[in-house]
């Protein structure tokens, strides 16, 4: 239960918008239905503030896109849990979407502005690329019945809120680092720092859930490709033509700096131990037989290595830490206030 109202938090973070009031669907007016049984002021054709400031006011339909994306749309939430945790779960909702709009009236009031070409960008830098491409990421909105305009518009006031952030309400905060700091933090993720990486392209042969008699004729094929590679055939264009591997078939089989513990045993032991330049004979894992390329190992990176990325990380660290009190006085400026 616990996670399934963490998930509902997390989903809701992510996904704050929607502050007009619009037609619910079918399925939305259903769930706020069986939500308004144990909630009152949550049925779908009331209209109830749920919260005041001295600038607007949030009602109860300016939050049901937020309140059922978050649940998923799942009327066994509001069977199973206790109203009072969804209730709670609802005033966070508030809370966030008063945080969201106060914070885009002082965008709005300093002039802040995102343009489309740069809401596409991070669309497809943070959103579409990491999930497989824009089709994929449609799937996984549909999935979970969230609507790709929903996203593009919470993206857009969350690029005004972070920029004002940035440019104005952080403007001229101290966030220099000392050398003391930067010896610390390495020192305490020294771990994170001093691996040594490994950088391989692969050929897969796949083998896991087949027959014996097809696994053989797999292996007869994976030595004959594994001459061509060894002979000096370009090996791009061998696992293109051969690799079986999903996740690394479309970029010549590359998997780059993974540490050790990351691969499966005996594919870590070749990547680890054969000279640079090699290419390995047949190794078996579960998976199938692999043929692997070495390109390059790198040993752990010292503090004069990682020292400019240690500054960016300590200087968003004292940004972050920074933000709350400035959002704290925000809020209290607007006189943010719940009316139930």
Known sequence: MKRTLLIMALATMMFVGCSDKTDLTPAQVEFFEAMSEKISYMKPDSSVVLATTTSFEIKNYDI???????????????????????????????????????????????????????????????????????????????????????????????????????????????????????????????????????????????????????????????????KKAQAGKDFVSLVAAYSEDPGSNTNGGLYADFPRGRMVQSFEDVSFTLP????????ETPYGYHIIKIEDRKAGKTLEDVRPEVVVTLKEQKKEASFPPVLDSLVAKYEFTFTL
């Open 64 to 226: 049901m896109e937020s309140v059922y994306q978050g649940m998923r749309g799942d009327i066994s939430i509001i069977e199973s849990v206790d109203p009072a945790r969804i209730e709670s779960f609802v005033m966070q909702v508030v809370t966030l979407k008063a945080q969201q709009d106060i914070l885009l009236e002082e965008a709005k009031k300093e002039g802040v502005i995102v343009t489309k070409d740069s809401i596409d960008a991070f669309m497809e830098k943070n959103l579409f690329a990491p999930n497989g491409g824009k089709d994929a990421f449609l799937e996984q909105l549909k999935l979970q019945q969230v609507d790709l305009d929903f996203v593009r518009e919470d993206t857009r006031k969350n690029m005004l809120i972070m920029k004002y952030i940035d440019e104005v309400a952080l403007l001229g905060v101290d966030v220099s680092v000392t050398d003391d700091e930067v010896v610390d933090y390495y020192n305490n993720n020294k771990e994170q720092y001093s691996q040594e990486t490994a950088t391989v392209r692969h050929i897969l042969f796949l083998t896991q859930g087949k027959a014996a008699e097809e696994v053989d004729s797999i292996k007869t094929l994976a030595a004959e490709v594994v």
């Open 276 to 283: 640079i330049g090699t290419i390995s004979d047949l190794v």
